[in-house]
């Protein structure tokens, strides 16, 4: 039988390889391993066909330590409480690894979206939000989009929120369309931060910068703009996946018309292109490549099929894509990962940039937008690589390393309440 993980257990193993390196005292990191707040709501909503049905959603606050909590809301008919959980805590060490003034929380909803109707998917977002009214706020916790989630979705939280509160409060939520105070660049955000950390690593490694081949699992907001840019880049996107299969071409497939293949059909079932064959998404994680860009769910790469991995480099464009007992093969057999809390923390960067704008009253330029961001992503791919280099850990020990540091410096100027 397969082996199940548990995500939030994976998240404190390697809370606590962090804090021992650091040298931590159990009492310094010991809020770090409980989430701050818990919600779980029920979202009855009438469907299309006039019965009634109740989802289940949820809205976990792992840390307001360093400012307001932050993190996006996916739709999935697996998510439970325990991978919300961890993924609120990863987005507190994300936010605390780029530096931006927040904590970390995440949200979701229990829920295949592909089997509602477009006014079902509205109607449970809308109840949804309401559910969750009273705990998220522009000063208190901003959601954003994730998996199965978009601009449109945020646009009627925004709204939902805002008519409940008698006026327009944009700043409740990021990720939105620009015509209601959404951020040029958000939308490429994420696979912006991904194409530039694979850039950094690349030159570190002393791997070429233009022509490596690589493979993307997953093709929605993450995988499909980081193959783009990176295909931009002059890389050869050799594999490609998504819920319907995979795809691998070894001279390099051509991802315009996949991606424009994509817009019009939804999922890349009936694309083909001469060289390429069809893979399903275990092959893609063991194809030959030199960069295997995991961009999809949780725990792709585990102990069950790390041993087959080919590509030297992995960079982590999903939450939490390779379970701790897949690092430890990765790590022997001398493969560097790029970890997630760095690698896709350029959506939270241009979130931020967001917030701030909506706040403020007022607009950026793109340039200036996409400058700033790649300016913090090097910046902080820095600081965790001097880390690696002083204390001779991996990227994720690293990066960890570095948020835990902050979080616990701030704890302690903050102190424990009363
Ligand atoms: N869902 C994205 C993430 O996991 C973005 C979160 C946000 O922008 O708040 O980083």
């Known amino acids: 039988m397969a082996k199940t993980y548990n995500p939030y257990d994976n998240m404190l193993q390697v809370l606590e390889s962090a804090a021992q390196k650091l040298g931590l005292k159990p009492s310094d990191y010991e809020t770090l391993k409980f989430p701050e707040r818990e919600l779980k709501v029920s979202i009855p909503i009438r469907m299309d066909d006039g019965s009634i049905k109740v989802f289940e959603g949820y809205r976990v606050q792992h840390s307001s330590t360093l400012g307001p909590c932050k993190g ?5 008919q697996e998510v439970d409480i325990d991978e919300v959980k961890a ?3 990863w987005m507190t060490f994300k936010c605390a690894v780029v530096n931006l003034p927040y904590g970390g929380a995440k949200g979701a909803v229990k829920v295949d979206p592909g089997k509602l109707s477009h006014a079902e998917l509205e109607r449970v977002t809308r109840r949804f939000t309401a559910a969750i009214l009273p705990i998220i706020g522009p000063e208190k916790d901003i959601p954003a989009p994730d998996v199965n989630t978009n601009a449109e979705i945020m646009g009627w939280i925004m709204d939902t929120y805002s008519m409940l509160h008698g006026y327009a409060i ?3 939520v990021t990720g939105k369309s620009i015509e209601i105070g959404g951020s040029l660049g958000r939308a490429e955000a994420t ?3 991904v194409s530039i950390v694979t850039q950094e690593i690349l030159k570190y490694l002393g791997m070429p910068e233009t022509g490596v081949k690589i493979a993307v699992q997953g093709l929605g907001n993450v995988g499909g703009i980081s193959a783009k840019l990176l295909h931009e880049n002059g890389h050869k996107i050799v594999a490609v996946s998504d819920v319907s299969g995979g795809l691998y071409n ?3 497939l051509n991802v315009p018309a996949l991606r424009a293949y994509i817009e019009k059909n939804r999922t890349l079932e009936g694309y083909s292109e001469p060289g390429a064959r069809n893979i399903t998404n275990g092959e893609l994680i063991g194809c030959e490549c030199d960069v295997l860009v995991p961009c999809a769910l949780q725990n792709q790469i585990t102990s069950a099929n790390a041993a087959s991995v080919q590509a030297k480099l992995i960079v982590e464009g999903a939450n939490g894509p390779t379970a701790v007992d897949a690092d430890e093969i990765l790590s022997k057999k001398g493969i560097t990962i790029v970890p997630d809390i760095l690698a896709n923390a350029g959506g939270v960067v241009v979130s931020y940039f967001e917030w701030v704008q909506n706040i403020q009253e007022l607009t950026w330029e793109e340039d200036q937008i996409n400058a700033t961001l790649k300016k913090i992503m090097v910046r902080s791919f820095g600081q965790v ?11 994720r020990v690293a990066a960890y390393m570095l948020a835990i540091g902050k979080l616990v410096r701030a704890k302690k100027i903050r102190g424990v309440f009363p």
């Open 72 to 76: 996006g809301i996916r739709y999935h």
């Open 87 to 89: 993924l609120a805590a």
């Open 170 to 172: 944009p700043s409740v």
């Open 191 to 193: 696979g912006r931060g």
């Open 250 to 252: 070894p001279a390099g």
């Open 385 to 395: 690589l001097e880390i690696v280099k002083e204390h001779r850990v991996s990227f």
